[in-house]
């Protein structure tokens, strides 16, 4: 007879590398539209094709790469676009803290390498297995990780080469890509949520939207996304049955 132990072995030994890359397929829309889009902004910017590869490489985020584009434009000194950067990529200290639980068994150069390419949208397909009571492992993550950073770098580059064809991303709605994207994962996880959890989880996006008006009437959207994301999901934890 096989025990729980042995089962939730095997389920861990299905998710394999090819199948991390499988699962992310559906993310690269969102990752090739703003990707490009972003490309097309460094450009716009005054930056080179290399300078981009290098941004989208390095930096590799989305809202803080078109951020670094708008305050290289404005001649902003260097201090200021490395703390406000440091700042919107904050959030990943959460992302990567809040999966990390599910990754203790393995070592920390291994911990190291899922954690430093973590992304909203690989935490957001890694929480949807939670969610569904599945289990992820370290090399489900990876195929995930890796493919859409090459997926993210190769479509920033594309769009800086065609950078002087398309001046305005928006017109192509390019810039609703990604939120597009989130919106179909948010969509994913309250389907697979029990019925007695609903009530709970719809009451702490309300939180979250009321926290994002009050907070951005005060300090800027970066900063508060950030406290309404603290904020919230303290609140999430303490109240989570």
């Given at each position: ?10 389920n ?35 930056l ?7 941004l ?21 000194p ?5 703390l406000?950067?440091?700042i ?8 990567s ?41 370290d ?13 993210w ?35 994913l ?38 406290l309404s ?13």
């Open positions: 007879m096989i025990t729980e132990k042995e089962l939730v072995h095997s861990e030994k299905l998710l394999t590398f090819k199948q991390g890359v499988k699962d992310c397929i559906p993310t690269w829309l969102g990752y090739i539209s703003i990707g490009f889009a972003a490309g097309i902004v460094g450009v716009s910017s005054k080179s094709i290399v300078e981009i590869a290098l989208s490489g390095l930096v590799y985020a989305g809202a803080s790469q078109f951020i670094i584009c708008a305050l290289l434009a404005a001649h902003s260097a201090m200021a676009i490395i406000t950067t440091f919107v990529n904050l959030r990943n200290f959460l992302l803290a809040t999966i990390a639980p599910y990754f203790t068994k393995y070592s920390l150069v291994k911990n190291l390498g899922i954690g430093i390419f973590v992304t909203d949208e690989s935490f957001g397909l890694a929480m949807n297995k939670i969610v569904k009571g599945e289990n992820i492992n090399h489900w993550m990876n195929g995930i990780n890796v493919s859409s950073y090459i997926i770098v190769v479509s920033c580059v594309i769009g800086a080469v065609c950078g002087n064809w398309i001046p305005d991303p928006k017109v192509f709605g390019l810039d609703f890509a990604v939120t597009a994207m989130f919106a179909a994962l948010l969509i996880q309250l389907q697979s949520i029990k019925s007695s959890k609903i009530k709970h989880y719809l009451s702490l996006i309300a939180y979250m939207i009321v926290a994002m008006i009050i907070f951005s009437l005060f300090v800027p959207s970066h900063l508060a996304v950030i994301t603290l904020i919230v999901a303290t609140i999430g934890v303490v109240t989570d049955k």
